[in-house]
Structure formats: C-alpha cells, structure tokens
C-alpha cells in the first residue's frame, strides 16, 4: 500500500498561485496512476486533475482546465498540483490518491486506493 502526504496548501488571494505537492512511500509510486481531488465544506469529493504512471496522459475537470496542470516526478515519488488564476471556488480540502495503473476512469474516486490526509487551500476574494 502506498501511503501518501500532501503538502502546499495555504491562503491566496484571487488570482494567484500555489503549487501542491504529494510525496509517496513504496516502490510501486511510479507504476501508479495518481489523481487530486478537492471538497469544500457542503459539497461531495469531486475530481480535480489526473496523471498516467509515465505521465503520457492527463486529465482535467472543465472547471479547473486552463488553470491547473498536474505532473509527477517518479525519481522523487511526487505529484504535484501547479494552481494558477486561483478563484474563491477553488477553496477546499485538496487530497491526492493513487489507483493501479489499469482500473477504469481517472475521474471516478472508488477507482482509487489510496488517499492522502488532505491539505487545505483558501482563495480569498
């Protein structure tokens, strides 16, 4: 099992930037699908941004597209979440996860088997 922990989150004004990180113990990190997800308070988990294990493929939710942009290191065992033109809707608990490399959709959460704690991002109006 892999286990996961997030790292970066804070408080931004509107419109700039923060970089999340998500350092992963085991050897398996880089054989491994990785996903971020996000939930604000009131609101189910929902899907924020995708990576393949060799990072040929990623995939984004509309509502962060233009924005965000996900990318991982395999050498390090670390994803990363680069935010940019962050807006209040974007304030959440963000959690990273992992999922075997060939189990479905990346934007469905019951895919993944590993979840970080989470790390809470506030955008300021």
């Known amino acids: 099992q892999v286990q996961l922990v997030e790292s970066g989150g804070g408080l931004v004004q509107a419109g700039g930037s923060l970089r999340l990180s998500c350092a992963a113990s085991?050897?398996?990190?880089?054989?491994?699908?990785m996903g971020w997800f996000r939930q604000a308070p009131g609101k189910e988990r929902e899907f924020v941004a995708g990576?393949?294990?060799?990072?040929?493929?990623?995939y984004y939710a509309d509502s962060v597209k233009g924005r965000f942009t996900i990318s991982r290191d395999n050498a390090k065992n670390t994803v990363y979440l680069q935010m940019n033109s962050l807006k209040p809707e974007d304030t959440a608990v963000y959690y990273c996860a992992g999922r075997p490399s060939y189990s479905g959709s990346y934007y469905h959460a019951d895919v993944y088997d590993s979840w970080g704690q989470g790390t809470q991002v506030t955008v300021s109006s």
């Open positions: 990576i393949s294990w060799s990072a040929t493929n990623t």
């Open positions: 085991g050897r398996t990190f880089s054989t491994r699908g």
